[in-house]
């Protein structure tokens, strides 16, 4: 009885993980065209094929909880990609070495997946919501490789004041975001980019990141007003 009560489960999880890998799918590229708000389980159930409208609910939980479904399908795979990039620069005081660990990871993921593809744009809009930033921030520096990327990258960066920093952080961060967003929207609406491929692209935002934080800095004085302002 148990062999066969056995047997039975094992076509019901079968079954229920494609309709997990389904829901997940639709979810992030309706979130990606559309906006996590402007898009309802109802609807993603239904896009995913789903003749129950409470199959999200059931599988994953809350939004917030399916939001972290997708990013952690996603940053896993980045993670296996960043480690073997972190070792093969481990020791380096390059910059330049620092910033490619923590862009090509990236890329290189999404250059992997079968186009089109959501997640920089899914990404993106995450990034953008104050309810569920901190859902895709945290699942992002849970990898170590990302925080040994991140505290090796410090300590090569030329002295500035902790505020010049943090801004160009800050600069970084949606620099690299918005980037990879908007060269995934032109790929899958059959644009043309300014780089053949995403290793290109990759190239070009390593550029941009290291120029922008080895350039010079007015120490963050205050500057005066322009008359009438």
């Given at each position: 009885?148990?062999?066969?009560?056995?047997?039975?489960?094992?076509?019901?999880?079968?079954?229920?993980?494609?309709?997990?890998?389904?829901?997940?799918?639709?979810?992030?590229?309706?979130?990606?065209?559309?906006?996590?708000?402007?898009?309802?389980?109802?609807?993603?159930?239904?896009?995913?094929?789903?003749?129950?409208?409470?199959?999200?609910?059931?599988?994953?939980?809350?939004?917030?909880?399916?939001?972290?479904?997708?990013?952690?399908?996603?940053?896993?795979?980045?993670?296996?990609?960043?480690?073997?990039?972190?070792?093969?620069?481990?020791?380096?005081?390059?910059?330049?070495?620092?910033?490619?660990?923590?862009?090509?990871?990236?890329?290189?993921?999404?250059?992997?997946?079968?186009?089109?593809?959501?997640?920089?744009?899914?990404?993106?809009?995450?990034?953008?919501?104050?309810?569920?930033?901190?859902?895709?921030?945290?699942?992002?520096?849970?990898?170590?490789?990302?925080?040994?990327?991140?505290?090796?990258?410090?300590?090569?960066?030329?002295?500035?004041?902790?505020?010049?920093?943090?801004?160009?952080?800050?600069?970084?961060?949606?620099?690299?975001?918005?980037?990879?967003?908007?060269?995934?929207?032109?790929?899958?609406?059959?644009?043309?980019?300014?780089?053949a491929g995403w290793d290109g692209a990759a190239t070009g935002l390593?550029?941009?990141?290291?120029?922008?934080?080895?350039?010079?800095?007015?120490?963050?004085?205050?500057?005066?007003?322009?008359?009438?302002?």
């Amino acid at each position: 009885m148990t062999v066969v009560a056995d047997v039975d489960r094992r076509p019901r999880a079968a079954q229920a993980e494609v309709t997990r890998r389904q829901i997940l799918t639709t979810a992030e590229r309706l979130f990606a065209e559309e906006g996590l708000y402007a898009v309802s389980n109802r609807q993603i159930s239904a896009a995913a094929g789903q003749g129950n409208n409470a199959a999200v609910g059931y599988h994953f939980g809350t939004k917030a909880d399916l939001v972290r479904a997708i990013a952690r399908r996603h940053t896993e795979a980045i993670e296996e990609l960043r480690v073997a990039c972190v070792s093969a620069v481990r020791g380096s005081r390059e910059v330049r070495d620092w910033v490619d660990c923590l862009v090509r990871p990236v890329t290189s993921h999404l250059s992997s997946l079968d186009g089109p593809t959501w997640f920089a744009r899914f990404a993106a809009q995450v990034m953008t919501d104050p309810t569920f930033r901190p859902v895709l921030a945290e699942e992002s520096l849970a990898s170590p490789s990302l925080r040994e990327v991140l505290e090796q990258l410090s300590s090569c960066l030329p002295d500035v004041p902790p505020d010049v920093r943090a801004d160009r952080a800050d600069m970084v961060r949606h620099l690299i975001l918005h980037v990879c967003a908007e060269r995934e929207r032109a790929l899958a609406g059959g644009e043309l980019t300014p780089r053949a491929g995403w290793d290109g692209a990759a190239t070009g935002l390593v550029d941009a990141i290291v120029g922008l934080w080895t350039a010079p800095h007015d120490g963050g004085r205050p500057r005066s007003r322009p008359p009438g302002l």
